[in-house]
């Protein structure tokens, strides 16, 4: 599933300076060719000559690059230090100098990106893909940025922007002349992306993201927008996947009421907050196996072999709504990492602290998922956990449950070795199984990855889109420093709203020829950002919970619209009135038309 990072050697200094060499595989003797004998080097440093024939050797293995020094005349330097007498390989860390010579190179991902520019050299790592998860997670689309003056005289002022045409705002910034030598560097720039297409886009489209200086391209690299349900496969963004666990979710609150109920009727206790209290040695198998065998024996959930996404940058992911595709006919289907992060949702959910392990070896040769569990509840603060004899040790202890997640499923692996789906106590034994030193690749702590990432919410629908972009268009044109507030969302309900909204409003006294008036005209010629209010970010959450009430996977039209009736917002009895109705007047013309739960969406507003 993940795939090994791909890497590239950059020369940074000496006579090759600016040359990059894909690593596309494990080995390399790095030197210079010799004539005599015919023998070539995977990376050639000539014309170098402080560089030996056979110099060092660069290689790959479990998980990290390592060199040794092959008896070079003059040495390797590593960070500074010699490595020539070292008998053991050293670790050779992303970005880290290393000396060859007069030759300085560094080991960098394949993001990275290098240019001369009027005596500069400027260098960035950009990210190969956008999705929404990135930007929920405040990754930077750009990082580790900067700006050294090579040349021997002071460099010019320059303007740098950075855009993604068509996805993002454009970045400006001005850097003042640098003296010789002088460097520098942002450590991330953020991009002002157009979220709301991001919550909406499925499949994958094709991006460029742009680096200019002084109105002149300097970089003009191709990038990949993701789907909404779509994570990058870079190490750098292993931590997002924690914003998939969806506690919150409809269905997660359905599954965890199905397994409660199972959890009284066997005398296991009486609810999952009574586990909390009991004893950690065994409180989590209480928990896990009233979830693992309601969907073992009441589901018919299908094994499914990873999306066409799989041969490339990122792996596509089913939220809990896609994987039960059928509540009702109790019918749905998923791969092993959509299956783990179905039940990562569930323990989440009665507030135990879920972890998601990747391995090596799946059935195509590829790499596997599966659910971790902490027996005790505690604070934590590392997400991506990478020390298997820590690891091993908590389970051992009885401080860590193991559990293979498409053991309740009809994988044909378990049925041809079993004869049946395994049972939750033989779920546990084939996880731990799999969990080996040789196998194991990381395992992705939630609780820790909580401290800096929220469960994502659901996404809104075509139509809420474009009311919230009509919003956003509507505060720009205002004077001064605008913010996006409640007005503006329902003013662009207004604007944009449906056959079947504009009759309720109609129908409720509203004369729809007066909401042009409502509208600012003035337009802005420069390129501002706005910021939202805290009311106008709730109307938007209300408007999910009532999606998620009505136990549907996005925000609907009338979903907002009732979120925004229920709030406290003045501006908006102002507009009704100007309109010639009120609150109420829409509200039961509203609910005389839509059939929506009120006896649930009430409690949240009483």
């Known amino acids: 599933m993940i795939k090994r990072t791909k890497e590239k050697l950059c020369i940074v200094k000496g006579r090759q300076s600016q040359k990059e060499v894909p690593l596309e595989g494990e080995s390399f003797f790095i030197g210079r060719p010799d004539p005599t004998t015919g023998w070539r080097p995977g990376i050639d440093l000539s014309p170098d000559f402080g560089v030996s024939r056979k110099h060092c050797h660069l290689f790959f293995k479990d998980g990290d690059w390592l060199i040794e020094d092959i008896g070079s005349e003059h040495g390797t330097l590593v960070a500074g230090k010699e490595i020539n007498a070292l008998t053991e ?98 450590p991330k720039i953020h991009l002002n992306l157009h979220y709301e297409k991001l919550e909406v886009h499925e499949g994958r489209k094709r991006a460029r993201l742009e680096i200019k200086a002084d109105g002149k391209i300097l970089f003009s690299k191709e990038i990949y927008i993701l789907g909404f349900y779509q994570w990058p496969y870079n190490p750098t963004f292993r931590r997002t996947l924690a914003c998939f666990v969806q506690p919150a979710h409809p269905l997660v609150e359905h599954l965890v009421a199905e397994a409660a109920f199972q959890l009284k009727r066997h005398g296991l206790a009486s609810s999952f907050t009574q586990l909390l209290r009991i004893e950690a040695d065994y409180r989590v198998d209480r928990a896990l196996k009233p979830l693992y065998e309601s969907l073992r024996n009441k589901y018919d959930i299908h094994y499914l072999h990873y999306p066409p996404s799989h041969e490339l940058e990122s792996q596509g992911l089913r939220p809990p709504h ?33 972890l998601i392990f990747f391995v090596k070896g799946g059935e195509k040769g590829g790499q596997h998922a599966f659910l971790g569990c902490w027996s005790d509840i505690s604070e934590r603060f590392k997400p991506i956990l990478t020390d ?31 004869g049946r789906k395994p049972i939750y106590e033989e779920a546990k034994e084939l996880a731990e199984a799999q969990f080996t030193r040789e196998k194991f690749i990381f395992a992705l702590d939630i609780a820790a990855a909580r401290q800096t990432i929220a469960p994502l919410q659901f996404p809104t629908s075509p139509s809420v889109t474009g ?52 509208v600012s005209k003035p337009e802005r010629d420069e ?80």
């Open 322 to 354: 896609r994987v039960i595709l059928d509540p009702v006919g109790r019918m749905g289907g998923g791969t092993c990492i959509d299956l783990a992060l179905l039940l990562a949702s569930c323990l989440e959910n009665i507030y135990f602290q879920p």
């Open 388 to 418: 298997y004899e820590e690891l091993k040790d908590h389970l051992e202890k009885g401080q860590l449950v193991l559990l293979e997640a498409t053991g309740f499923t009809d994988r044909g692996k378990w049925i041809r070795k079993l």
């Open 527 to 606: 390129e501002i950002s706005i910021r939202p209010t805290i009311n106008y970010r709730r109307a938007l959450e209300d408007a999910r919970i009532i999606a998620g009430d009505c136990g549907v996977a996005f925000v609907e039209e009338e979903h907002l619209f009732y979120a925004l009736l229920l709030s406290q917002s003045k501006s908006i009895d102002q507009i009704l009135e100007m309109l010639g109705t009120d609150r109420e007047k829409l509200k039961g013309t509203f609910e005389k038309h839509l059939s929506f739960p009120l006896e649930i969406l009430q409690t949240y507003y009483e």
């Open 89 to 186: 390989p050293t670790r050779l860390p992303l970005g880290v100098p290393v000396k060859t010579g007069d030759t300085v190179w560094k080991i960098a991902s394949a993001d990275l990106f290098l240019k001369s520019w009027n005596g500069l050299t400027i260098e960035f790592e950009g990210v190969p893909g956008v999705t929404y998860a990135l930007y929920h997670c405040g990754i930077p689309i750009i990082s580790n940025f900067s700006i050294r003056n090579h040349s021997p005289s002071p460099s010019p002022p320059v303007v740098i922007t950075a855009s993604i045409p068509g996805w993002s705002h454009t970045w400006r910034k001005r850097f003042d002349p640098l003296p010789p030598g002088k460097r520098v560097a942002l």
């Open 467 to 518: 009311i919230i972009r009509k919003a956003e268009e509507l505060a720009l044109k205002e004077k001064g420093n605008p913010r996006l507030e409640t007005r503006h969302l329902f003013n662009g309900l207004f604007l944009k709203a449906s056959d079947t909204m504009q009759n309720i409003l109609r129908e409720a006294g509203a004369d729809l020829s007066l909401v042009e008036a409502l």
